[in-house]
Structures are given as C-alpha cells and as structure tokens.
C-alpha cells in the first residue's frame, strides 16, 4: 500500500501522535492507481473527511515514551520469542504491537471489549483457543496467530496486516484491499511501524 503525503510534515505528524479529541479533521481519498491522499485543506471533491471505524480498536491506554516501552517489553521477553520463533514471526514487530495494543498491560481493557496484552477481541481468542485472555502467555500466542494468519491473507503486507489487526479483516476487504480512512487505523499503522523499527535497532 502506498501511501502519498499531500498533507505538510507537521499535520502529518499530528496525524500520527495525536489523539482523536484533539485531531484537526484530515481529508483523503484514493486515486485508481491506488495511491492514497491526505490533506487538511480538500482542493479536490474527491476528499472525504475520514471516519472513525465500527470496529474493534486498540486501548490506547498507556502514555509511556518509547523508551519506557522498550524497558517494559523485558518483562515479557521469553514469551515474545517463544510466540514469534513458534510463529515464524519478527519479535520487535510482536513487542511494537503489545506497545501500541496495550502499553504491555496485561489487565488492558479497551472500550470495545479488546483485552490483554494484544487486546484480543472474544470472539478471536476462541478461535485461537485462548482460554485466559488476561495470561500473558495465552494472550501473545493467540495474537501471534492471528498476525501470522493476517500475514498470509493479506500477502505479508505489514501495513495491511497491522491495518485489519487493528480495523477487521473485513474493513481492509470493504476498502478494496487498501487502509480503511479510519482515523486511529491511519495513527496505528505508523505508530506501530515507528516502534518496529526502534525495537529492530535496539535488538542490533
């Protein structure tokens, strides 16, 4: 998925970081080579303001700093490796999902129901046979199978993987297979990549 910035750095940036009470209203559409557009200022009737998802969406509860994320992800190193090496997942890819979903709180619990670690969804957690969604364990087997099942649908694209974890599965599909214009997809995506690639060279 390519992503083309018609929107400035700084309310790009704003895009990223911010939370939806305090977010600008960003416009976007996506042309028929399927590049997507971004803009706080639609010169184009093609843009449409974006939309909050009907979806399950991440807790968001955690404010840490990305340094008090890489200390807190430690704690439950031997499980991410267990998961990612039994899952042919990258690890620092897991500790940034758990960073963004959770904040690496085990008793998270997001508005829509999303618990855990990984904040799995019910309905997700039995399908990945996970009994105790609050077992650090249990949490992060269950949303490493789901990533890696992700992965294989959506052809190992990261930021369509990352997007349906976060949005559905069924919101990529509804999109035409690109990221739905939802405003905390549009935050997730980044933000989990930004972590990866923290997690990545700090494990060098």
Sequence with gaps: MKLHAA???SVFTLTV?????ALATVYTFTDASG???FTNVPSDPRYAGM??????????????TSSGYLT???RYA???QKAAREHSLDQALLRAMIATESGFDPHAVSSKGAVGLMQLMPETA?????????????NIQGGAKYLRDLMRKFNNDLSLTLAAYNAGEDAIIQYGNRI?????TLQYVPRVLTLYRQYQRNAR
């Design 7 to 9: 929107l400035t750095a």
């Design 17 to 21: 970081l911010m939370t939806g009470s």
């Design 35 to 37: 590049v997507t557009h």
């Design 51 to 64: 939309v909050r998802a009907p979806h399950r969406l991440s807790a968001y509860k955690s404010v840490k």
């Design 72 to 74: 807190a992800s430690d």
């Design 78 to 80: 031997p499980l991410v």
């Design 126 to 138: 039995r399908r990945y046979g996970v009994r105790d969604l609050y077992d650090p364990a249990e």
């Design 180 to 184: 739905p214009p939802y405003r905390e």
